[in-house]
Structure formats: C-alpha cells, structure tokens
C-alpha cells in the first residue's frame, strides 16, 4: 500500500497565528509523536529555528533528541525572496544567498537532504498590481517598463539568478533545493515549472502544494503531477477556502483543515503514487484564522488541527 508520509511543519507552532507563547523544537518534536507524524519540518526563522541562533551543541542536541523520539526532519522550510533590490547599495540578493548557506549547513547538521526555498514571496495571493500589467503580473505601478513587460522579466531574471547561486551553495552541503511557488513572480504551477527547467540544475527539483493548483479538477491534476514527475520532491497540506462576497466576488482566502477546503486531494495522492513519489507530506499551519466570536486561537486549536489534518490524509491511504 502507498504510504503517504506526514511531516509536522514547525511553522505552526511559532505563535505567529495564535494567542500564547511559540513552542520548543523539543516540543514541536513531541506533539509529531503524539499525533502519529514521522518527520517535522524546520521553520528556519526566529522563534523556533533560525540558523545563527542554534550553535554547534544546540544541532546535536536536537538532532539527538529526535532520533531517540523516532522522527526524522523532512525539510527546512527557508521563505527567501531573489526579487530585485530597491536600492545599488543594498544588495538583497546576496543578504539572501548567506541566508541559503545558513539554512543548507542548518539541514545538514540535522541530517536533513531537502531545503524549500520561495523565488520570491509577499505573504498573500493578491499582488498590489496584479490588474495592471499586459500578460503578466505588473511589479510596479502603470509605467512604460510594465507595458513591454520589462519589469516582470527582469524580476524573473533576478530570481532565476538567485536559485542558481543558490543551487551552487546548496551542493557544497549535499542538499537538493525544494521551489515552492508563491506569488508575485511565479504566479501558477506552469511559471514554475518553466523556472526550475530554465535553472537546470540537478539539485533544484519542485515543492509541490496542492493548495497552489490553478485549477482543481481530476484531469488537470493528474497531467500535472505526471508532467512533473521525478522532480517533485516535497509538498505541503493545508486546505484553503475561499470567502466570497456580494455578487460571488471572491474577496479573500482563509486557511483549513485539509478535507474542509478546495483541494481534490484523492486524485493528487493518487498521481503522486503512479509517479513513484517517496517524499512527505508537510501539513503547514501558514496564515490567520479566528475562532467564534472573533478571538484569535490558542495553542489547543492549533493541536487539534494537526490531529485531525493527520487524520483526515491517512484516511486516504485506504482509497489509493
């Protein structure tokens, strides 16, 4: 029977998103025991994980302390953004390639083979110019540089660069880079497989989520999948539903349990398994909620979640 394994993102647990203070790792290594998750991944950014705030000792002692727990770390989560910089002399690329080479000697130190990166990443689905380029997403406000699309190709261009660089750094560790797709230069699952054949490079392969699909419908996802095939080699759950208003406009998201969103997770899990994919599912808690009565969550819900997320994807193991 194909097993889809599940890793706990660490992210949940940063008290980002909910009322209370974030977690240990230690802990965070504990609540995937307690829920039946075999790996966690790493959230490499402060208050759980960042690299330069773990010492030599600290990395042992984690490491250590998962093993003797039976989990394993699937992948370091990095956001990284290779956009353009706003100003000669700050160079935001380079800021982020030392950041890659943190979180790549982070991984290996943990015994982790994977690094997820973002080409680039504003935290939402709806850029601020999304309506006023020509064909692609505008970076900037109407100017002759959106209208011959100048603009996006040199964002593009910027972060092509960036995951090569990156890719480079990640080899010396012997790590394979995960890209994720995000908003606002890669905007869809095609721009990003264009982006990691144009890298070309052996140790870039694809993140792939659900969540992120342009479309949701059986044969759309299944060609997807097949087109990526051996290059996909990790992936998140979440479920994501949409919030409509007058008219059906749709004028926001909010993140769900997996089984409670728009996901058509049966027929991915089941292209996952033709193409002989061995990687984990990462179930990732990302974005603000509020609970009835308009108040923030505690901890307690962001534990049910996890239980009842990791439930929800077992259950379809039986089905493939």
């Not at 943990?110 to 110019?129: E, M, S």
């Not at 593009?156 to 995960?178: F, K, M, Q």
Request: charged share 25%; glycine share 6%; aromatic share 12%.
């Amino acid at each position: 029977m194909f097993k889809l394994k599940q890793s706990l993102d660490a992210v949940n647990y940063g008290a980002y998103f909910y009322t209370g203070n974030p977690l240990t790792m230690e802990e965070i290594v504990d609540r995937a025991v307690k829920f039946g998750y075999s790996a966690v991944d790493i959230w490499p950014h402060r208050p759980l994980a960042f690299p330069p705030d773990l010492n030599t000792q600290a990395r042992k002692k984690l490491r250590s302390y998962a093993d003797d727990k039976g989990i394993k770390f699937a992948a370091v989560d990095a956001c990284t953004n290779f956009m353009r910089t706003d100003h000669i002399l700050v160079p935001h690329t380079e800021k982020e390639l030392l950041y890659v080479r943190s979180c790549c000697e982070l991984a290996a130190d943990l015994g982790c083979k994977i690094v997820r990166i973002l080409p680039a990443f504003i935290g939402y689905f709806w850029a601020p110019y999304w309506d006023q380029g020509y064909c692609n997403t505008a970076m900037h406000s109407r100017t002759v540089e959106v209208s011959t699309q100048d603009d996006y190709l040199l964002e593009w261009d910027s972060v092509r660069s960036g995951i090569i660089d990156s890719a480079g750094i990640a080899r010396e560790y012997g790590v394979t880079l995960a890209v994720q797709g995000h908003p606002p230069v890669v905007n869809c699952v095609q721009d990003l497989i264009d982006l990691v054949d144009e890298v070309n490079m052996d140790n870039v392969k694809i993140g792939l989520d659900l969540p992120l699909f342009d479309k949701q419908d059986d044969d759309y996802i299944a060609k997807t999948v097949h087109q990526i095939g051996k290059k996909m080699i990790h992936s998140h759950t979440l479920g994501v539903r949409l919030r409509y208003g007058p008219s059906g406009v749709i004028y926001a998201s909010e993140e769900v349990i997996p089984g409670d969103g728009i996901e058509n997770w049966l027929p991915f899990f089941k292209a996952c398994k033709e193409i002989g994919y061995e990687g984990y599912f990462a179930y990732e808690q990302c974005a603000p909620f509020l609970m009835p009565g308009h108040k923030k969550p505690t901890v307690e819900e962001i534990d049910r979640r996890q239980k009842v997320g990791f439930e929800f994807i077992k259950s379809l193991e039986s089905k493939l």
